[in-house]
């Protein structure tokens, strides 16, 4: 059987695509595999060969937090939603709309979150942009900078936030004794 996936969620994964280039899409999908052909999922294509379910991978380190884009998703009430599953918690247009619930499915969805469209030509070929914005993906934190290299025979600069150093305080009780034992053996005043 031919099929293909629904356009909005073509254009949810172009969406997230655009604003996080260098993302990690291990756990992408949109086809089911074998076992998901044996159960009623999204992800098997319906009766006009659509695939009407999409995942995409949580990589906040390269600008894909997961639980802000499906926190938008939800906000937004979008009517082309079925459900979300992200971090073992479901939320449905249809069941107890709009609320969060447990989600006890074998896969707790924390490396990616779930998204299923309605079952309606209209609304999961409904190609509008998803009202994801851009704090949904944010950018990620810049590399750390690291000082220029030293000469190994050159000596260290202080740091800039270091206090001058004051002068060190005469020694005194034990130490002092030892120091003046030193001296009179080392033929010092």
């Known amino acids: 059987m031919t099929w293909r996936v629904a356009k909005s969620l073509e254009k949810l994964r172009a969406q997230i695509n655009a604003l996080a280039p260098r993302r990690n899409k291990a756990s992408d999908g949109t086809i089911g595999d074998s076992a998901h052909s044996k159960t009623k999922s999204e992800h098997n294509p319906d009766a006009n060969g659509v695939v009407r379910a999409l995942d995409i991978t949580h990589d906040p380190d390269h600008g894909v937090d997961c639980g802000r884009i499906i926190a938008a998703i939800v906000a937004s009430r979008d009517p082309r939603v079925l459900y979300v599953i992200w971090h073992a918690q479901i939320c449905s247009s249809v069941v107890r709309p709009w ?46 900078s690291t000082p220029p290299p030293v000469k190994p025979d050159a000596p260290s600069p202080p740091p800039p936030d270091v206090e001058p150093s004051t002068p060190s305080q005469p020694a005194t009780g034990l130490l002092a004794a030892f120091l003046t034992f030193l001296r009179r053996i080392l033929g010092g005043s």
């Open 99 to 144: 609320t969060w619930r447990a989600y006890t499915g074998a896969n707790p969805h924390t490396r990616h979150f779930h998204l299923s469209v309605v079952d309606d030509p209209a609304a999961y070929d409904d190609e509008a942009p998803w009202a994801i914005g851009t704090a949904a993906i944010h950018a990620p934190p810049p590399p750390a």
